[in-house]
T-cell receptor
Framework: EAGVVQSPRYKIIEKKQPVAFWCNPI?????LYWYRQNLGQGPELLIR????????DSQLPKDRFSAERLKGVDSTLKIQPAELGDSAVYLC???????????????FGPGTRLLVL | AQTVTQSQPEMSVQEAETVTLSCTYD???????LFWYKQPPSRQMILVIR??????QNATENRFSVNFQKAAKSFSLKISDSQLGDAAMYFC????????????FGTGTRLKVLA
């Protein structure tokens, strides 16, 4: 079974430039998460999707960040314009969530390391 | 708000020995999930073990076991017979079972395994 796929693995951009990250979750997983992980910290949730619906985006800086999950499968996270403080690893994860909050294992992708100069 | 605290930024253990990583959390909920994740230098997070709060029995997975103390809000991870491949960052995480089902991660403990 293929795992969570993310691309690109690394990205270096200048500040004020746009950048996009792509995530392909494990087949059949209905829930998709985007996290940001700063150096020396644990992951922080940016947005969570149940199928194509964003059900928790309270931590997403909506002035510059946007995300979409077309047809409830692949997802794209965009930053426009990027700032120096956006340098971090962006992790995508997916899981199969059942009724009543029962959840199977959350699987993570390898992440995209972003460096904003 | 729920918080997860890992008070040990770094731990070391001799190969084949046992080490315990600490985690405490704060919540007003009675039902939730707790997890330990491993993140090797390649950065892909891997689930090590999970515990449902309503289960009193401590979870075990081969060499990994937890000491879940619900009243004390403590969730420590014990690694027995440590191996070089256990070297990684270990993150403790809490997950709601209702509402947003959001995960809260601790700041991590870096485990070094000495040959």
């Amino acid at each position: 079974e293929a795992g969570v796929v993310q691309s690109p693995r690394y990205k270096i951009i200048e500040k004020k430039q746009p950048v996009a990250f792509w995530c392909n979750p494990i087949s059949g997983h209905n829930t998709l998460y985007w996290y940001r992980q700063n150096l020396g910290q644990g992951p922080e949730l940016l947005i969570r999707y149940e199928n194509e619906e964003a059900v928790d985006d309270s931590q997403l800086p909506k002035d510059r960040f946007s995300a979409e999950r077309l047809k409830g499968v692949d997802s794209t996270l965009k930053i426009q314009p990027a700032e120096l403080g956006d340098s971090a690893v962006y992790l995508c994860a997916s899981s199969l969530d059942l009724l009543g909050g029962v959840q199977e294992t959350q699987y993570f992708g390898p992440g995209t390391r972003l460096l904003v100069l | 708000a729920q918080t997860v605290t890992q008070s040990q930024p770094e731990m070391s253990v001799q190969e084949a020995e046992t080490v315990t990583l600490s985690c405490t959390y704060d919540t007003s909920e009675s039902d939730y999930y707790l997890f330990w994740y491993k993140q090797p230098p390649s950065r892909q997070m891997i689930l090590v073990i999970r515990q449902e709060a309503y289960k009193q029995q401590n979870a075990t997975e081969n060499r990994f076991s937890v000491n879940f103390q619900k009243a004390a809000k403590s969730f420590s991870l014990k690694i027995s017979d440590s191996q070089l491949g256990d070297a990684a960052m270990y993150f403790c995480a809490y997950r709601y079972t209702s509402g947003t089902y959001k995960y809260i991660f601790g700041t991590g403990t870096r485990l070094k395994v000495l040959a």
